[in-house]
């Protein structure tokens, strides 16, 4: 194959309704490299959020100088790519006078927005485009998807804190200050929009994208394409293909284990089942499933989705403020409920390890994504991914001191391996530093921001 060759970046392999997207191959080309220059992997964004904040004292490094050495129990899983992350400590949330009574509503809505709802219009959506929106607007162009919204948990919470809008409590992206983006929970459905599916007369549009014959057929695609390739092109395209199919296989077994769970649920034992028996029940996502499974599927196709360039930007909301629970932990308390632990030591150790299990899914997706090799360097190197909590403290409510962790290089834009402290600057700030790093202009700065973070910068 000639090495001046470039196979268009949009190439799939079709087949049966569907079609795969590939990931980035040294033989592609991008639609948006400027004529004469290099080709340069994309940049992507993204969000990952837990609520009511964290315990401080065990969550924050010791200190700037032994940050990639001597790390807390919450940071731990994070360890093999410390070098690639960013830590700040001194980011202050949006005040959120004259709502003092709602905390929960707002540490999520507020989070991507920087901004407070509108006080008058209180009981509808009056807030502000999210800043993973304003991006979406600015590259989502680029892409078959312009961004991607998951989360664990339906959006459905209902309260009644300073009449507010119910969906302050679930959202975090808003289209437009009017506007919420729904969060798909379901990685059926996920897999259905990464997978383009056919409009062509004559044919279901409902192609199941985890159909395995048709995986097979779509697959098979590869052999043909394979054979044009360079050889370390043919290595990334196995081992995408290989992705493909794990988390294929994953989804499959959580909803096996969540079909058999509800027909036990319902009297009907599935290994005695006939054609007369009840179909199962709804299934959703039970409680006392494996949390971090679920979320770890989710957090593939996350990757997935970046690694084909289906989307730029993301967002994933781990949980919402409202009635979770984590019995993979060894416990049944809610998480809410344990944050207002008044110093109790119990309590404190729940919140705690509650905090390293969503810091570890984190960790799991930026670990994947460093280990995928990407242009020069890593799917990681260009990314920015974002993981942090609409409160300081869910004790106290307090904000004046947000938890976040950044991962990635952002095409190089971020100088990582650091822990900056004393840090001036409020929420806005870093949203609007982070948008301009990955090169999305702003006319305005974000919500209360008046600066960008320099110190962040590489």
Same mark, same amino acid.
């Given at each position: 194959?000639?090495?001046?060759?470039?196979?268009?970046?949009?190439?799939?392999?079709?087949?049966?309704?569907?079609?795969?997207?590939?990931?980035?191959?040294?033989?592609?080309?991008?639609?948006?490299?400027?004529?004469?220059?290099?080709?340069? &992997?994309?940049?992507?964004?993204?969000?990952?959020?837990? =609520?009511?904040?964290?315990?401080?004292?065990?969550?924050? &490094?010791?200190?700037?100088?032994?940050?990639?050495?001597?790390?807390?129990? #919450?940071?731990?899983?994070?360890? &093999?790519?410390?070098?690639?992350?960013?830590?700040?400590?001194?980011?202050?949330?949006? =005040?959120?006078?004259?709502?003092?009574?709602?905390?929960?509503? $707002?540490?999520?809505?507020?989070?991507?927005?920087?901004?407070?709802?509108?006080?008058?219009?209180?009981?509808?959506?009056?807030?502000?485009?999210?800043?993973?929106?304003?991006?979406?607007?600015?590259?989502?162009?680029?892409?078959? $998807?312009?961004? $991607?919204e998951l989360a664990t948990m339906p959006?459905?919470?209902?309260?009644?804190?300073? !009449?507010?809008?119910?969906?302050?409590?679930?959202?975090?992206?808003?289209?437009?200050?009017?506007?919420?983006?729904?969060?798909?929970?379901?990685?059926?459905?996920?897999?259905?929009?990464?997978? !383009?599916?056919?409009? /062509?007369?004559?044919?279901?549009?409902?192609?199941?994208?985890?159909?395995?014959?048709?995986?097979?057929?779509?697959?098979?695609?590869?052999?043909?394409?394979?054979?044009?390739? =360079?050889?370390?092109?043919?290595?990334?395209?196995?081992?995408?293909?290989?992705?493909?199919? #794990?988390?294929?296989?994953?989804?499959?077994?959580?909803?096996?284990?969540?079909?058999?769970? #509800?027909?036990?649920?319902?009297?009907?034992?599935?290994?005695?089942?006939?054609?007369?028996?009840?179909?199962? *029940?709804?299934?959703? *996502?039970?409680?006392?499933?494996?949390?971090?499974?679920? +979320?770890?599927?989710?957090?593939?196709?996350?990757?997935?989705?970046?690694?084909?360039?289906?989307?730029?930007?993301?967002?994933?909301?781990?949980?919402?403020?409202?009635?979770?629970?984590? &019995?993979?932990?060894?416990?049944?308390?809610?998480?809410?409920?344990?944050?207002?632990?008044?110093?109790?030591?119990?309590?404190?150790?729940?919140?705690?390890?509650?905090? /390293?299990?969503?810091?570890?899914?984190?960790?799991?997706?930026?670990?994947?994504?460093?280990?995928?090799?990407?242009?020069?360097?890593?799917?990681?190197?260009?990314?920015? +991914?974002?993981?942090?909590?609409?409160?300081?403290?869910?004790?106290?409510?307090?904000?004046?001191?947000?938890?976040?962790?950044?991962?990635?290089?952002?095409?190089?834009?971020?100088?990582?391996?650091?822990?900056?402290?004393?840090?001036?600057?409020?929420q806005g700030d870093l949203l609007t530093?982070?948008?301009?790093?990955?090169?999305? =202009?702003?006319?305005?700065?974000?919500?209360?921001?008046? /600066?960008?973070?320099?110190?962040? /910068?590489?």
């Open positions: 194959m000639l090495k001046n060759a470039l196979i268009d970046r949009r190439t799939c392999l079709k087949g049966a309704g569907a079609s795969l997207a590939l990931p980035l191959l040294e033989t592609m080309g991008w639609a948006d490299t400027i004529a004469g220059k290099a080709s340069k &992997p994309p940049v992507r964004l993204g969000f990952m959020y837990m =609520p009511h904040g964290v315990i401080m004292d065990q969550f924050w &490094p010791t200190s700037p100088e032994t940050f990639l050495s001597s790390l807390p129990p #919450a940071l731990e899983s994070l360890r &093999p790519v410390l070098d690639r992350c960013l830590m700040m400590k001194g980011i202050s949330g949006v =005040p959120i006078s004259p709502f003092n009574g709602a905390p929960h509503a $707002l540490e999520l809505s507020t989070w991507l927005t920087a901004t407070l709802p509108d006080a008058p219009t209180r009981h509808r959506v009056n807030i502000a485009i999210s800043a993973d929106q304003i991006a979406a607007n600015y590259i989502g162009a680029l892409t078959s $998807l312009p961004s $991607l959006q459905t919470h209902k309260e009644n804190q300073e !009449g507010l809008h119910e969906a302050y409590y679930s959202h975090c992206s808003f289209r437009s200050p009017t506007q919420t983006v729904p969060a798909e929970i379901n990685p059926r459905s996920v897999l259905k929009r990464l997978f !383009g599916q056919s409009d /062509k007369p004559g044919r279901s549009t409902e192609v199941d994208p985890l159909d395995r014959q048709m995986l097979d057929r779509v697959i098979g695609g590869a052999r043909d394409l394979r054979k044009t390739l =360079p050889q370390g092109d043919q290595h990334k395209l196995d081992e995408y293909l290989d992705s493909v199919r #794990a988390v294929e296989r994953r989804i499959a077994a959580i909803e096996y284990r969540q079909k058999e769970a #509800a027909l036990e649920k319902a009297g009907v034992r599935a290994s005695r089942r006939h054609e007369s028996d009840s179909p199962p *029940i709804e299934i959703k *996502i039970p409680e006392g499933d494996k949390r971090s499974e679920y +979320m770890q599927v989710m957090c593939d196709l996350n990757v997935l989705a970046f690694q084909t360039d289906t989307t730029r930007i993301s967002t994933y909301i781990g949980s919402t403020p409202n009635g979770v629970s984590y &019995p993979e932990l060894g416990f049944s308390d809610q998480h809410h409920s344990q944050t207002h632990h008044n110093n109790e030591a119990e309590k404190v150790r729940k919140v705690a390890a509650i905090t /390293k299990f969503n810091i570890d899914q984190f960790a799991y997706m930026v670990k994947r994504m460093a280990d995928l090799r990407e242009g020069d360097g890593t799917l990681l190197d260009h990314c920015l +991914m974002m993981w942090g909590s609409g409160l300081e403290d869910g004790n106290k409510h307090a904000r004046e001191n947000l938890p976040f962790i950044i991962a990635g290089g952002g095409g190089g834009a971020v100088n990582t391996g650091r822990f900056l402290t004393g840090v001036s600057g409020n530093t982070l948008l301009d790093c990955i090169g999305v =202009p702003l006319d305005r700065p974000i919500g209360l921001a008046t /600066k960008q973070i320099t110190a962040m /910068k590489a």
